[in-house]
């Protein structure tokens, strides 16, 4: 059975920082492509950031110079460092594992296994 995990959610100053973790089990981790998308409320959920193999990454243009998305193979996690957060950052963001790794996609419904997601919230 597949699991992703998110933790790290939290309510933070506008300016700060958290760091997201995902943990995952049950899937072969290394052979996956991992996302980052948000959802805030009245609102459809959207890309962050995805990461193929450790080099390779992408970000949506709202997060870029602010976020980096990494992953450890050896513990089958991936993460999201959040900088210089902004009150429109808040969202519930969730992990998501895609088994398709050479594609680039922004898409919610391409990607294969859902975490339940961790709520941020950045206070003006």
């Known amino acids: 059975q597949v699991q992703l995990v998110e933790s790290g959610g939290g309510l933070v100053q506008a300016g700060g920082s958290l760091r997201l973790s995902c943990a995952t089990s049950?899937?072969?981790?290394?052979?996956?492509?991992m996302g980052w998308f948000r959802q805030a409320p009245g609102k459809e959920r959207e890309f962050v950031a995805r990461i193929r193999w450790s080099a390779s990454t992408y970000y949506a243009d709202s997060v870029k110079d602010r976020f980096t998305i990494s992953r450890d193979n050896a513990k089958n996690a991936v993460f999201l460092e959040m900088n210089s957060l902004k009150p429109e950052d808040t969202a519930v963001y969730y992990c998501?594992?895609?088994?398709?790794?050479?594609?680039?996609?922004?898409?919610?419904?391409?990607?294969?296994?859902w975490g339940q997601g961790t709520q941020v919230t950045v206070s003006s």
């Open positions: 998501a594992a895609d088994s398709f790794m050479a594609r680039m996609t922004t898409r919610a419904n391409e990607y294969d296994y």
């Open positions: 049950g899937l072969a981790f290394s052979s996956f492509a």
